[in-house]
Nanobody
Framework: QVQLVESGGGLVQAGGSLRLSCTASGRTFSTSAMGWFRRAPGKERVFVAAIGWRGASTSYAESVKGRITISRDNAKNMVYLQMNSLKPEDTAVYYC??????????????????WGQGTQVTVSS
């Protein structure tokens, strides 16, 4: 099982950028598809982005396409989320997770295993 620690969140003005990091431990990380989810205040946790275990395949929620990029470095056991052109509606706690997809590759993605503690992103208008 993969254990996860998210970092890199903070307070940023609308239009700004942040890069979130997820440090993973566990021997299955390099062969696991990984993803980011977020939970906005008062809402359910939702899918943001996913990346295949090789890093060649990615998938994004419609609401973040063109603004957010997911990447990974298997040598460092890291997953990243580069967020640009941030909007107030991006305000949420962001979580990374191993993911699976019943469609082979593509939404919907489900998380596997435990969640990390998350990292708070707040975008001011």
């Amino acid at each position: 099982q993969v254990q996860l620690v998210e970092s890199g969140g903070g307070l940023v003005q609308a239009g700004g950028s942040l890069r979130l990091s997820c440090t993973a431990s566990g021997r299955t990380f390099s062969t696991s598809a990984m993803g980011w989810f977020r939970r906005a205040p008062g809402k359910e946790r939702v899918f943001v982005a996913a990346i295949g275990w090789r890093g060649a395949s990615t998938s994004y929620a419609e609401s973040v396409k063109g603004r957010i990029t997911i990447s990974r470095d298997n040598a460092k056991n890291m997953v990243y989320l580069q967020m640009n052109s941030l909007k107030p509606e991006d305000t949420a706690v962001y979580y990374c997770s191993a993911v699976s997809s019943v469609a082979g590759w593509g939404p919907p993605f489900s998380h596997i295993g435990s969640w990390g503690q998350g990292t708070q992103v707040t975008v001011s208008s």
